[in-house]
T-cell receptor
Framework: AQSVTQPDIHITVSEGASLELRCNYS??????LFWYVQSPGQGLQLLLK??????LVQGIKGFEAEFKRSQSSFNLRKPSVHWSDAAEYFC????????????FGQGTRLTINP | DADVTQTPRNRITKTGKRIMLECSQT?????MYWYRQDPGLGLRLIYY???????NKGEISDGYSVSRQAQAKFSLSLESAIPNQTALYFC?????????????FGAGSRLTVL
């Protein structure tokens, strides 16, 4: 079975600073990987996804993520954060086989200092 | 109108009461899901359905039941609510994109059981 770990429960960065949110997954085959964002009072919105091919994927709102198979990681990055990026971020892994259910990490809450 | 609509958005109830959370979608997707979100635990799958005649338990189905009334409607019931079912509940739908599930979420239903 697949699993996801987001080691950082809460991260605070200053507006304009760079951001990296960590995600480590466990899955025996090639995973499908996702990052979702949840703004306060909202549902989850898909930021980006990795299925295959180029290991650096671009998403919405200026986010990108890099799949590193050797490290079982799929870290999310943004070069310069904006106050509107304050939210909770979830990494998820999906299996190619079987029911293809998504398994989510615990989430990382991002706070932006002005 | 939202692609995935959940009702009610907020509900406070008492221990032992029966509660139904409803979900409807206009995406035309066959697959629908109910997730529960608790702080520090991320999202956990309660039930999922791949078509009207298909219902499957997720990782935390005890104390919950579901009904798939139509392709567009998927309801979650708590037959006898208890305080540890206080949580934020999300409905999601999915379509296979390049062989992988990509979920679209509703805005969530916050349930408080006193």
């Amino acid at each position: 079975a697949q699993s996801v770990t987001q080691p950082d429960i809460h991260i605070t960065v200053s507006e304009g600073a760079s951001l990296e949110l960590r995600c480590n997954y466990s899955y025996g085959a090639t995973p499908y990987l996702f990052w979702y964002v949840q703004s306060p009072g909202q549902g989850l919105q898909l930021l980006l996804k990795y299925f295959s091919g180029d290991t650096l994927v671009q998403g919405i709102k200026g986010f990108e993520a890099e799949f590193k198979r050797s490290q079982s990681s799929f870290n999310l990055r943004k070069p310069s954060v904006h106050w509107s990026d304050a939210a909770e971020y979830f990494c998820a892994v999906g299996a190619l086989q079987g029911a293809q259910k998504l398994v989510f990490g615990q989430g990382t809450r991002l706070t932006i200092n002005p | 109108d939202a692609d995935v609509t959940q009702t009610p958005r907020n509900r406070i109830t008492k221990t032992g009461k029966r509660i139904m959370l409803e979900c409807s979608q206009t995406k035309g997707h066959d697959r629908m899901y109910w997730y529960r979100q608790d702080p520090g635990l991320g999202l956990r799958l309660i039930y999922y359905s791949f078509d009207v005649k298909d219902i499957n338990k997720g990782e935390i189905s005890d104390g919950y039941s579901v009904s798939r009334q139509a392709q567009a409607k998927f309801s979650l019931s708590l037959e006898s609510a208890i305080p540890n079912q206080t949580a934020l509940y999300f409905c999601a739908t999915s379509d296979l994109v390049s062989g992988a599930n990509v979920l679209t979420f509703g805005a969530g239903s916050r349930l408080t059981v006193l």
